[in-house]
């Protein structure tokens, strides 16, 4: 893991990393408030990744336990070719025991900004629970931390890709009056993704909820739709 971490830090850019800083509001009081960035390209920690396939469950503990935001990033994506391995292999116990993880990793706060949640998700928790019970998505969505609130609505990813909707628009109505533009954003994405697959049945949730609807998520929502459409569902 030494290695691992040594290889980030030769790959470090101090003015990518300001730049990152600022763009994923690190500064106090910010959503991202004291993370810490090295200033490396998601491509760059996508290549890595494929040269660590083989490293253990331990390794990716302390990638995620790191304060260096692209450590954590390193991890996730290393866990998503663990489970994905898991899978291929019907190793249901490993299968199991990687997305147990992912949700202690969220409950301590460790997959804490929207590209580390987007990123992972779908592909670890969304998949996991394609064929599974998804009653732990509705505590996500109901919990006090931001990042739990959009794990549980980007793991519908997973399931909109099916063209399965049903847990989608209920997390989404859950989420309807949340205070946050970042979930405002995201429930807009998935409502989006539904409406590409089947957009009667975006409409039909449009029609019951666009009056209440945030602006930013009902403007991610209508965002492929033609130009008076968009107009006649912007006017309250």
Known sequence: M?????????EANAQKAKDLQRFFKTGKGEYGE??????????????????SRDCELEDIDALIESPIHEARLLGLFLMIEKI????????????????????????QNRINNWDLV???????????LISRDRGILYTLARSQNLWDRRI??????????????????????????????LIHKAVGWMLREIGKRNKKVLVGFLNKHYKNMPRTMLRYSIEKFEEGERKKYMRK
Do not use: W
């Open 118 to 128: 987007d990123l992972s998700a779908p592909k670890i928790s969304g998949e996991f």
């Open 84 to 107: 994905n391995l898991a899978r291929k292999n019907r190793n249901f116990e490993m299968e199991e025991r990687i997305f147990n993880s992912y949700l202690d990793y969220a409950s």
């Open 2 to 10: 030494e290695e691992l971490g040594e290889i980030l830090k030769r």
């Open 152 to 181: 549980a609505i980007l793991s519908t990813f997973a399931f909109i890709k099916n063209k399965d909707f049903s847990d989608s628009l209920k997390i989404a109505e859950i989420l309807l009056k949340d205070k946050h533009d």
């Open 34 to 51: 004291g993370d810490v960035f090295l200033g490396i390209t998601v491509p760059q920690i996508r290549k890595l990744c494929k040269q």
